[in-house]
């Protein structure tokens, strides 16, 4: 295949820039994966992972809350602000809930995946936190009429209402709710955490295969580019030096130089024209010594075939034959009038100059 020299610079030129620009994309989309792994973890499983503990902070303030309200003796007013934290956090509870679920700029959450265990896990715990507040509902009502009561006078009826309903709401209903709450919650944690270590593995894994990817892709792009500079530089430097070695042979008198050059380049034209201009010389060489020696054979009417050339080295063998023309033509009329002269006639005077 006839391939120039310039394309094959430019070929070679070109191939080795697509082999760092393939580098370079495979650097940069792995660099990427990283990243987005690195933005997961920032973005969506940590602030999982500080959600599911804000609601678990909540729900044991809440529970610590409706235990304080429990324990009041008297105080209406000391009732009434334990009942207002544990409203205040239960609406906080519900609103972190609905963040995790639906995703809040302000609490940096993003909505978790539909129909995912994140998802799932955030939906029992409002259901179980639904439950809880229907005991803590029950549990204040239960201990507003046993304060009125006891704030009327009436300590027969608040003792009656001390007794095994409120140890039940206390200790069994409202621990009983906060399990429900709380399972989920802490499932919440363990499943952020694993998200998150499978984001950090991934992560690793794709820095480690970025590192594998690109070392590999630089090895194989020097290697190539080596490949590539070694085949042009061969290809350029080896018909040179033949075609130098011939030249100094040739200047040297030596005509008969063979050229192994194949190549269908620019190179490998100037061989054969190289070679052809050998021939050429050779030709004028054997043409120069059949006229020598036809000339030593007294053969002077023999010429050189001007025909078999070109352009000036055509000049050249015309340009011999014009010589010995020159020369010749005058001897023979010497030897003509040599012989007439032996022959008792005087020709006439020559005239030609």
Avoid at 142 to 152: G, P, T, Y
Avoid at 155 to 160: F, L, S, T, V
């Amino acid at each position: 295949m006839k391939i120039n020299i310039g394309p094959k610079l430019i070929g070679g030129f070109l191939i080795v820039a697509a082999l760092v620009a393939f580098a370079a994309f495979m650097g940069i989309s792995k660099v990427g994966s990283v990243s987005e792994q690195t933005d997961i973890i920032a973005l969506n499983r940590l602030p999982q992972t500080q959600a599911a503990m804000r609601l678990q902070i909540l729900q044991k303030a809440c529970r610590v809350n409706l235990l304080e309200l429990s324990l009041v003796r008297t105080n209406m007013e000391q009732w009434s602000q334990y009942k207002e934290r544990y409203e205040a956090r239960a609406e906080e509870f519900d609103a972190w809930a609905q963040a995790l679920l639906n995703g809040n700029e302000e609490f940096g959450l993003q909505a978790c995946r539909k129909g995912g265990r994140i998802e799932v896990l955030t939906k029992e715990a409002q259901t179980g936190f639904a439950g809880f507040v229907g005991v803590a509902e029950e549990l204040i009502g239960h201990k507003r009429q046993l304060l009125e009561l006891v704030n009327a006078g009436r300590m027969d009826a608040a003792e009656a209402m001390t007794d095994e309903e409120l140890r039940v709401l206390v200790r069994e209903e409202l621990r009983d709710a906060s399990r429900l709450v709380e399972e989920p919650i802490e499932a919440i944690d363990v499943r952020a955490e694993e998200q998150m270590d499978v984001a950090v593995k991934t992560a690793h894994a794709t820095k480690s295969s970025a590192n594998t990817t690109l070392l590999l892709t630089l090895v194989v792009a020097v290697g190539l580019a080596v490949g590539i500079g070694v085949f042009i530089a061969r290809s350029i430097t080896g018909p040179v030096t033949q075609l130098r070695d011939a030249s100094l042979q040739m200047a040297q008198g030596n005509t008969d130089v063979q050229l192994t050059v194949t190549s269908q380049d620019e190179l490998g034209e100037l061989a054969r024209a190289f070679e052809e201009m050998g021939e050429n010389i050779r030709g004028i060489v054997t043409e120069m010594g059949t006229l020598a020696e036809a000339t030593v054979e007294g053969k002077l009417d023999v010429r050189g075939d001007a025909a078999k050339f070109g352009g000036d080295f055509a000049g050249i063998v015309q340009g011999v034959n014009n010589t010995l023309d020159a020369v010749i033509a005058p001897l023979n009329v010497m030897a003509e009038y040599v012989d007439r002269v032996s022959k008792g006639d005087i020709p006439e005077k020559i005239t030609d100059e």
